[in-house]
């Protein structure tokens, strides 16, 4: 009769060394993991931040180049606003330069703008926390909130020349405006040249009362606009601020 020796299925236990040798492979294997899925967004938001910055850097460069361009145009404008109350007040005779300064103001007028669509898609986007150093993130933040009051100053300038504009027919002829030639200085685009009109057209009205409600309104106009170009220069030194720091933090030219 056979005898079967059954084998034995009873195995050495492991020692200790070789469980902690597996827990330590997985364990780097996990931690490694980790780290490498780290790294990649590290690398993603880095890239796409920077991006992003650039286009800001861009969004702000358009505004100063428009501030400058405004800028030209309203300070032409409120000066213009200044000679005609003067010559209204000193000499109304002069009709052919009274109605050239009345068209030249309104004609001169620009409203102020910024670009804040990739700030916006940034905000909207939960990456504004990826902005490095904190202080050019608050700088941002504050230019574009500054910027509101900028805009208000805009509205009153726009009240006011409504005001210009409704009341002009107290004093000019809307005919003899139609008939002025405009077009802009090849020396300096940010301005829109008024020809002197023809003749020595009449103002429609003599009486003061008249004649000093409409300076009036130049008047208020001028200064509105005056008041508007102080705001806009101090957001133009924010964006000019914030333009050396954006290129001084991210290393751009």
């Given at each position: ?7 034995d ?12 040798l ?42 100063v ?44 007028i ?44 805009d ?36 301005h ?11 103002l ?29 220069r ?20």
């Amino acid at each position: 009769m056979e005898v079967h020796h059954h084998p034995d299925l009873h195995h050495q236990p492991k020692k200790w060394k070789e469980y902690f040798l597996e827990f330590l492979m997985i364990f780097l294997a996990v931690t490694l993991g980790f780290f490498a899925e780290n790294l990649r967004e590290y690398i993603k938001d880095n890239n796409e931040i920077t991006q992003d910055v650039k286009s800001v850097l861009s969004d702000l460069e358009s505004d100063v180049l428009h501030f400058n361009i405004a800028l030209e145009g309203n300070s032409y404008s409120y000066s213009l606003s200044d000679s005609l109350v003067n010559l209204l007040h000193t000499n109304i005779s002069n009709t052919s330069q009274i109605y050239k300064y009345a068209r030249a103001v309104t004609g001169n007028i620009n409203y102020f703008y910024t670009n804040s669509k990739t700030f916006d898609q940034m905000k909207a986007a939960g990456m504004l926390k990826l902005i490095r150093p904190r202080n050019l993130l608050d700088s941002l933040g504050l230019y574009y909130v500054t910027f509101q009051l900028l805009s208000s100053q805009d509205d009153y300038v726009r009240l006011k020349n409504d005001v210009v504009c409704k009341d002009n027919y107290l004093l000019f002829d809307t005919y003899v405006f139609s008939q002025m030639q405009v077009g802009y200085d090849k020396y300096n685009t940010s301005h829109t040249i008024v020809q002197l009109p023809l003749g020595h057209p009449p103002l429609l009205s003599s009486d003061h009362k008249t004649i000093n409600e409409v300076a009036q309104n130049y008047y208020y106009l001028g200064a509105a606009e005056k008041f508007d170009c102080i705001a806009a220069r101090h957001q133009k030194q924010l964006a000019l601020r914030l333009i050396t720091l954006i290129k001084k933090e991210y290393h751009l030219k």
